[in-house]
């Protein structure tokens, strides 16, 4: 009954590749994010979707691509990845509506660039 | 800039001892204050939050934290820590008219000897 899952735990891919990360929460919310840990575990938010709108999009590089097929799933595809995307990314889940919510973390995918 | 700042990259106690850990946030009204702990190779767990009200919150694990507006100041408090509390500790914010993001600080590493 894991509250927010994501596959694949792990990645690693050669540089120029393509490729997907997907999170899928059960906890009933409507919005979902995806934030990036650096190598000095920095967090910093990347996207966020709400009912499948997106509604943050920080400086991110446009060969990330948020896709939200449905308020319960938010992937993150990655094309030519570079060195510098490596990282963990975290994909979290809350539900908005009132001030006091708070976001629900998945376990992370570690992304290795080689 | 908006932001929390942790200013103890690394800290050390022994095993049984009190646990202090710092948070200052930089923001004009009262931000929406959380910590949350990311053991080795796991995603972030919420310990506590704080929106308004009483000052001091529990948590969970046995953590407490103090909100003093007039230090700008979240700080992070066990009065007996366990082995078990080595972990990152991250403080965050969310300010109540700027979306859902939070933003994180750098965090604190926590190592406890036995």
């Known amino acids: 009954d894991t509250a927010v899952s994501q596959t694949p735990k792990y990645l690693v891919t050669q540089m120029g590749n393509d490729k997907s990360i997907k999170c899928e929460q059960n906890?009933?919310?409507?919005?979902m994010y995806w934030y990036k840990q650096d190598s000095k575990k920095f967090l910093k938010i990347m996207f966020s979707?709400?009912?499948?709108?997106?509604?943050i999009n920080e400086t991110v590089p446009n060969r990330f691509s948020p896709k939200s097929p449905d308020k319960a799933h938010l992937n993150l595809h990655i094309n030519s990845l570079e060195l510098g995307d490596s990282a963990v990314y975290f994909c979290a889940s809350s539900q908005t509506g009132g001030p006091d919510y708070e976001q629900y973390f998945g376990p992370g995918t570690r992304l290795t660039v080689t | 800039a908006q932001s929390v700042t942790q200013p103890d990259i690394h800290i050390t106690v022994s095993e049984g001892a009190s646990l202090e850990l710092r948070c200052n946030y930089s923001?004009?009204?009262?931000?929406?204050l959380f910590w949350y702990v990311q053991s080795p190779g796991q995603g972030l767990q919420l310990l506590l939050k704080y929106f308004s009200g009483d000052t001091l919150v529990q948590g969970i694990k046995g953590f407490e934290a103090e909100f003093k507006r007039s230090q700008s100041s979240f700080n992070l408090r066990k009065p007996s820590v366990h082995w078990s509390d080595a972990a990152e500790y991250f403080c965050a914010w969310r300010g109540p008219g700027g979306g859902n993001k939070l933003t994180f600080g750098t965090g604190t590493q926590l190592k406890v000897e036995l």
């Open positions: 923001y004009g009204a009262t931000p929406y």
């Open positions: 906890l009933g919310h409507d919005t």
């Open positions: 979707y709400n009912n499948k709108e997106l509604i």
